[in-house]
Nanobody, 127 residues
Framework: QVQLVESGGGLVQPGGSLTLSCKAS????????VAWFRQAPGKEREGVAC????????YYRDSVKGRFTISRDNDKNTVFLQMNSLKPEDTAVYYC????????????????????WGKGTLVTVSS
């Protein structure tokens, strides 16, 4: 059974740092695009950062650019999210998502997408 397990969350003061980990079992993460999402209380889930499966291109939402870094360690089958200069508005449950998509044939109906999600890790930024 495929599992994504997030870890590394916790309580940190504003300006502090945390590194989140997303470790996979029964799936090889370097074959997937991997993203971090977060959901704050009373708010919708939003994408934070992602890393592509083809060339490891990275993308970030504007509010975390320059502060967060997503990376892979294929030997450990793990994706990381390094979070620096944390702000109270970064407080949320952070989720890891691994996705693969493509076409099994030439027709539009041949499109497929498979997503896996972790259960999340709580990050609280507070003094």
């Amino acid at each position: 059974q495929v599992q994504l397990v997030e870890s590394g969350g916790g309580l940190v003061q504003p300006g502090g740092s945390l590194t989140l980990s997303c470790k996979a079992s029964e799936v090889t993460l370097d074959s997937y695009g991997v993203a971090w999402f977060r959901q704050a209380p009373g708010k919708e889930r939003e994408g934070v950062a992602c890393i592509s499966r083809n060339d490891d291109s990275t993308y970030y939402r504007d509010s975390v650019k320059g502060r967060f870094t997503i990376s892979r360690d294929n030997d450990k089958n793990t994706v990381f999210l390094q979070m620096n200069s944390l702000k109270p508005e970064d407080t949320a449950v952070y989720y890891c998502n691994a996705a693969i998509k493509g076409y099994s044939g030439p027709a539009p109906r041949d499109y497929y997408r498979t997503d896996y999600w972790g259960k999340g890790t709580l990050v609280t930024v507070s003094s």
